[in-house]
């Protein structure tokens, strides 16, 4: 499992600031990981992540692991300082950084695991730091297009023309989204947890989890979504509120199915990795059932 690690680090004669970095645990099983078992896996190298490599997803294309991130080139970051950086791995025994994959303000995000009509594709959460926030999507014959100007310019000039996001036509859309696990392939759809942002008043007071299914071939299609959050923060390590100390904090970051379950794992109040888990079968048939839009 990789996981955001956070270090204290002197900025100036007595001003320390955290700078996170990724870290890398082993388990012995979906919920069994040693305590002692925990490594770097990568740190701040370059002028774009100086301030910090946030929020891993990883997803499997082919023989590679594709570990997007967010880079922090400032602090105090403005957002055009807070975007998606990609790394990849074929054994996680070593890394390499390929850069800056979205030039606009950007984070989390996660590729699906298989070409989605000969293409490959990427969920990710654009303008996090300009609400509204968008899970956007963005097709491409080959990752080094990720890295092209030229591209980027194209993808973003018919963004507004034509719907290059998911799409919450039917739902109410909430004023905050974000991209919380990895896209999973069902016979239903894309499977995929996202934070359930309660925000009132300019103050985020909740971050919950919930579910979706995108369309399989087209997933800027929602099909369905859970109609009530499936977790809720209720527990004292998920009401600590490190980075909001007013905020209950349950936010999901990847997912895993073993065994007839599916196993969420989730960031509570910045402080911990925790994980939950249901049944995978029960919680397809109550999304294709009771949640469709």
Known sequence: MLYRALTKVQRSPGEYIGVSSVGMCEGKSPVEFEQGERYLFFAPEYGYEVY???DPRISRVGGSYFIFYTSVADFPPKPQDVRLALATTKDFEGYEK???ACPFNSKAGA???KRIGGQLCLIFTLYPDI?????AIVYFSKISELFEKEFWEEWNRYFAVEERTVRFDKVKRPPFVEVGSQPIETEEGWL???PDILYE????LEFR???ILLDRDDPRKLIAMAKEPLLTPEVGY???GRAYPLTKIAMPTSALVEDGKVYVYYGASDLFCCVAYCDYEELLKYLVEECRV
């Open 111 to 113: 590729i699906f695991p």
């Open 238 to 240: 998920e009401k600590m």
């Open 201 to 204: 008043g300019g103050n985020f």
């Open 98 to 100: 390929l850069g800056v």
């Open 192 to 194: 995929m947890f996202i």
């Open 131 to 135: 609400p509204p926030s968008q899970l």
């Open 52 to 54: 910090g490599c946030e």
């Open 209 to 211: 989890i919930t579910a």
